[in-house]
């Protein structure tokens, strides 16, 4: 049986903590920045983490489950 591949756009989109959790950024941080808020965009600058419930299919698609 081949191989198993992790989707590549994955594996740019997400890191792992020392933990185990999975690290991802904020999305709406890209263009059309000046009708958004100094406070909201300086938030979407922080990473945060994965919820719960959508850590079990990334982890899938990085072939680590």
Do not use: W
Request: glycine share 4%.
């Amino acid at each position: 049986m081949p191989k198993m591949k992790s989707i590549s756009s994955a594996k740019k989109r997400f890191k792992l903590t020392g933990s185990g959790k999975i690290k991802r950024k904020h999305a709406f941080k890209s263009h059309i920045l000046t009708k958004k808020e100094t406070k909201r965009k300086r938030n979407l600058t922080q990473s945060t983490l994965v919820h719960k419930a959508d850590e079990y299919n990334i982890k899938l698609q990085l072939c680590m489950k």
